[in-house]
């Protein structure tokens, strides 16, 4: 019998495979639940917050008729990680898509009583809360929950990076209208999204041949209500001339995690409005 050769937008079907995001509950993480279990994935919710994360569930039953899972996790924690696999195989027996958008991300905040960011004075603990998170967070679960794939002989992780993991931080942007500054985007941000790409080239050749595929999605800055002027300045700065909206992200999550990218792995996949391009 001749083999089925999937083309065209059925190769863009997640039907029964199962998705596990970390930070789930997030503002993106919530954006890639939904489009998995729209393209027909069975979707774990994954993230510290074990609330948000049921909130999250509750509302993907609202809108299909496909099961879901809450799992508090803490990425940090080798333990908690296992656990969370332990968790999806015990209820779903594989795991079949892992997206990484656990992440901490200092945002901008004009006011004079923000915490500290100026390179000089940027604390150790903050640099190393957002290694620990966004680095070896996704170092942990990329063990963890890649070594399932790697038995299954099949799997894709994307792990979400960042423009800022490409390119240095244009700081000019965080300007405050009158030239003054008192935020600056870190060197911890920028550092840990940078292994995050280093990283995934390593889980993509190293288990390249178990049939583990791993690419990194890199977002450009999403829209969620900033000040005016810096939605002006970061706009000015972008070929597109806008924010991306948090919906827009998650066609290219979906086509990383589905058969559409089946050749695709070690690659950094930039939805950025064009800004990675100057």
């Given at each position: ?6 083309r ?11 998705a ?43 809108s ?53 960011s ?7 603990q ?51 209208p ?42 450009g ?22 924010m ?33 391009a100057?």
């Amino acid at each position: 019998m001749a083999k089925h050769v999937v083309r065209g937008l059925e190769r863009f079907r997640l039907d029964n495979r199962v998705a596990v995001v970390t930070g789930g509950a997030g503002l993106l993480g919530q954006q890639f639940c939904h489009a998995l279990a729209e393209a027909g994935a069975i979707v774990v919710v994954a993230d510290s917050n074990h609330e948000a994360t049921l909130a999250v569930t509750s509302a993907l039953s609202h809108s299909t008729d496909l099961p879901s899972l809450a799992v508090e996790v803490d990425v940090k924690d080798p333990k908690s990680v296992d656990e969370l696999r332990r968790s999806v195989l015990g209820h779903f027996d594989h795991i079949d898509i892992l997206i990484n958008s656990a992440a901490i991300n200092d945002r901008f905040d004009p006011s004079p009583d923000a915490a500290p960011s100026r390179f000089e004075d940027y604390p150790l603990q903050m640099w190393q809360d957002q290694l620990q998170v966004n680095l070896t967070g996704t170092f942990l679960t990329c063990q963890s929950l890649g070594s399932q794939m790697a038995k299954q002989g099949s799997g894709s992780i994307i792990n979400i990076g960042s423009t800022y993991g490409l390119v240095a931080p244009d700081q000019r942007i965080y300007q405050n209208p009158d030239g003054s500054q008192q935020f600056f985007k870190s060197a911890g941000y920028a550092a840990s999204k940078g292994g995050v790409v280093m990283l995934t080239r390593f889980v993509a050749t190293y288990w390249g041949q178990q049939g583990v595929r791993a690419n990194v999605l890199c977002p450009g800055g999403v829209a969620q209500q900033q000040a005016p002027h810096f939605v002006s300045q970061y706009a000015s700065r972008t070929p597109m001339g806008r924010m991306a909206q948090p919906e827009e992200i998650t066609g290219a999550a979906v086509f990383l995690a589905s058969e559409a990218s089946a050749y695709m792995t070690g690659a950094v996949l930039s939805v950025d409005g064009g800004w990675t391009a100057w």
